[in-house]
């Protein structure tokens, strides 16, 4: 019995640490070059990383930057064309508000307590090494355990206006959560969606005709951290867009991430723009 109590404890203990995924995401970045905005800070993923624990991502690398060239592109075309908010579920060590700062555009990012109070601490430090104030002007930090949480109800906490546009970014997010919790978030951003508002996600996928469940298991027993953060969501293509669609979402556009990294493993990853469908 006390053996299980303290199995318990520790996998409890384990999910309450920041997400070593997410860190391996921004170091990643951290080696690309990338645009940034007049405002923004072009050294902003370096300075997130700093005493970050090296960690291998040399097969995901080619994702990662095709990944990351898609949803800067979606950052700049929005503040670009007059869109104030930008949110960002599951946003990990992401530095776009940093980056891509610009006068009167605010960011929201949502994503587990732990990490977010990690990247509070890591900001905290960037401000201070620059003289300047704790925090990033136009960022918002908020705590989101999207398993338990209505993201709606989170972003209406946090300040988001539902009646101004917003672009969301689900960002290597979806494949992490299961069918139902993907279901409920991408309807819950729907309806937090003034017109003119966009989705930028990007999806896991496999070819049709074999088991999604044997498909998500047998990749998450080739990577190093598949049980600790295991992949749970992994669908044929038709599959996502019809998830995206009962949300509320019209598909817009459907790229491969080798389209952007040619060293990307085609037909693994695809990168979806989407509006929000006017009301029936």
Avoid at 61 to 84: E, K, L, N, W, Y
């Amino acid at each position: 019995m006390a053996s299980r109590r303290f199995l318990s404890w520790l996998r409890t203990l384990r999910r309450a640490q920041p997400s070593r995924t997410s860190q391996a995401v921004a170091l990643v970045r951290a080696q690309m070059p990338r645009p940034s905005s007049p405002e923004g800070d072009p050294d902003a993923q370096e300075s997130l990383c700093r005493g970050m624990r090296p960690i291998s991502a040399y097969r995901l690398r080619p994702q990662i930057q095709a990944r990351t060239r898609f949803f800067d592109d979606h950052v700049m075309a929005a503040t670009s064309t007059g869109v104030r908010q930008i949110v960002i579920c599951g946003a990990g060590y992401d530095d776009r508000a940093l980056r891509f700062r610009a006068t009167g555009v605010r960011f929201f990012e949502l994503d587990h307590p732990a990490t977010q109070t990690d990247k509070a601490r890591r900001l905290r430090a960037i401000a201070s090494g620059k003289g300047g104030k704790p925090g990033s002007p136009g960022l918002t930090l908020a705590a989101a355990d999207f398993r338990a949480d209505d993201v709606a109800a989170v972003l209406s906490g946090c300040g988001h206006d539902a009646g101004q546009p917003s672009l969301f970014i689900c960002e290597g997010l979806l494949v992490y959560l299961d069918q139902p919790t993907c279901a409920r978030l991408l309807a819950g951003l729907r309806s937090r969606a003034a017109p003119d508002s966009t989705l930028a996600v990007s999806l896991a996928v496999h070819r049709g005709g074999v088991s999604s469940e044997q498909v998500t298991a047998a990749a998450n027993a080739r990577r190093r951290s598949g049980r600790r953060e295991p992949w749970r969501t992994i669908l044929p293509l038709d599959a996502h867009l019809a998830l995206l669609s009962r949300a509320g979402w019209r598909v817009e556009r459907v790229i491969d991430a080798v389209e952007l990294d040619g060293a990307a493993s085609p037909g693994r990853t695809q990168l979806v723009t989407a509006l929000s469908r006017p009301d029936d």
